[in-house]
């Protein structure tokens, strides 16, 4: 916080400079004939310059507004366009204050406290829930749906990227992103399996090409690589395929679904691949950006995975040397013509009902995710698709990306957008998914089946949420 207020404060010293610079230049003068020489008058001008800010007030007059983040990558881009905003609404100063992983804690205790809260503020797709206990009106996030309605930001938008941040007919955040998930697969390895990936419509498409690429290379009894890394220690990957084929752990109404004979489907499908068909290997320490996952690949272990546009940057980032080996397809659909896509991860940004000017604060939330320029430019950074349908026409997302093998991996993003299912929020998400880790990894160890697993999760949850309801009344 105090390295970007030195940053505003250097930033308006400059504008000052220049513009005291500008308005001394429109003085007419022959500096060859200045009595005293050429020197002084150099020292004349800086003497004004200086007197510019002895005599300066101390402070910038203005609204101040305050802008927590938790995500570096996010801090590095605000960092860089906040200073335009400011320019662009000379009445607005922003303080950005990256708290990190602490930012949630921080954020529930000042919204529960009714004190210290920020006016703006991102939160994170899997800690939100958290804030919305209690009854609705007593929520600490402003309803910006009568906002986003009366601006025509609805239309504008992927309908389908609000349900996570919406509640009991209230939206509380914008999203950030849509993160669409591809199959990214390594294009050589397969086709020496003899496999041609393109030709990947389903997911019994891909079991049997996965049978064709994962092999025993060195004829030592020990399979050397996987079709596909997953997860089987926590919901990501499962959630991946549920999201996919219209389930979720939780309805439109927020009820408990996850028992539902389409969750027990898809958790005994992602279980075969491990246990059944054995194409699958688990994840390669905690989670697919371990640097032992990385190494996996670099060694020709996993021949694809299941990539948000996020994951995507995280790779380019992380192993830079495989440039050139991946390609993208959309994910295998459960069926002929079906979705091929999921989304995973996501952040929001909201205005807290502490802030005390609601209009300056929406403002700078148009600014941060409708803003074209800054948009392209996150894309660039990061592979972050933006939910904006309007920035989609930009250039950058034909560009050919090398690290795909010169795939224009922005077009693929783009294609599958419209398609992305909704994933429906509830207060009780958090709870919920640390049970629904245990229960994938009961089935795909097959200490439970599929169906004793989520059966046993669905009614823990159900309890968890009547127990809170009998002591505090139905939220």
């Not at 800690?127 to 009106?137: E, H, M, Q, Y």
């Not at 020990?222 to 959630?239: G, H, M, P, R």
Request: glycine share 8%; proline share 6%.
């Amino acid at each position: 916080m105090v390295k970007f207020e030195k940053v505003k404060s250097n930033l308006t010293m400059l504008k000052s400079i220049r513009l005291t610079l500008e308005a001394f230049m429109r003085i007419p003068y022959d500096i060859e004939g200045f009595p005293l020489g050429k020197g002084p008058m150099v020292m004349l001008v800086l003497f004004l310059i200086s007197c510019l800010f002895i005599f300066a007030p101390a402070k910038e007059k203005g609204e101040n507004l305050e802008f927590w983040i938790f995500a570096n990558t996010h801090y590095e881009e605000y960092q860089a366009r906040v200073p335009i905003f400011e320019v662009l609404h000379p009445e607005i100063n922003i303080q950005l204050i990256n708290y990190g992983g602490t930012m949630h804690d921080k954020l529930l205790t000042a919204l529960l406290s009714d004190f210290g809260a920020p006016d703006v503020v991102e939160v994170e797709i899997t800690s939100i829930g958290r804030f919305l206990k209690g009854d609705i009106d007593e929520v600490g996030f402003v309803d910006l749906r009568p906002r986003l309605e009366s601006e025509g930001w609805m239309d504008k938008l992927v309908v389908s990227r609000f349900t996570p941040w919406s509640y009991r007919g209230k939206i509380f955040g914008i999203p950030h992103d849509l993160h669409p998930v591809v199959l990214l697969y390594r294009d050589d390895l397969f086709k020496a399996a003899g496999v041609e990936m393109t030709d990947i419509e389903t997911w019994d498409d891909f079991i049997a090409a996965g049978k064709k690429a994962t092999r025993d290379l060195d004829s030592d009894g020990k399979i050397d690589q996987y079709a596909i890394v997953l997860d089987n220690k926590t919901e990501s990957d499962y959630f991946n395929l549920l999201l996919q084929r219209g389930g979720g752990f939780f309805d439109a109404e927020g009820n408990v679904v996850i028992d539902s004979d389409i969750a027990i489907e898809t958790l005994a499908f992602f279980t075969s691949l491990f246990n059944e068909h054995k194409i699958a290997t688990p994840v390669y320490g905690t989670w697919h950006g371990d640097p032992s996952n990385f190494a996996a690949m670099q060694d020709g272990k996993i021949l694809s995975i299941l990539a948000p546009d996020w994951y995507v940057g995280i790779l380019k980032s992380q192993v830079p040397q495989m440039t050139g080996k991946w390609k993208a397809i959309g994910m295998p659909a459960w069926e002929v013509g079906d979705r091929r896509t999921t989304t995973r991860g996501g952040t929001m940004i909201g205005i807290t009902k502490q802030c005390e000017n609601p209009d300056l604060a929406w403002e700078l939330l148009k600014f941060a995710y409708f803003d074209k320029a800054g948009l392209i430019n996150r894309y660039e950074t990061t592979r972050i698709i933006p939910p904006l349908k309007a920035a989609w026409d930009a250039p950058i997302y034909k560009e050919p990306d090398a690290y795909l093998g010169g795939q224009p991996l922005g077009e693929l993003f783009i294609e599958l957008a419209p398609d992305l299912p909704p994933r429906y929020q509830n207060p009780y998400w958090s709870e919920a998914a640390d049970l629904l880790n245990d229960a994938i990894f009961n089935a795909v160890t097959e200490k439970q089946t599929p169906r004793q697993a989520l059966t046993e999760l669905a009614e823990r949850v159900r309890s968890i949420i009547a127990k809170d309801q009998e002591r505090w009344g139905k939220m």
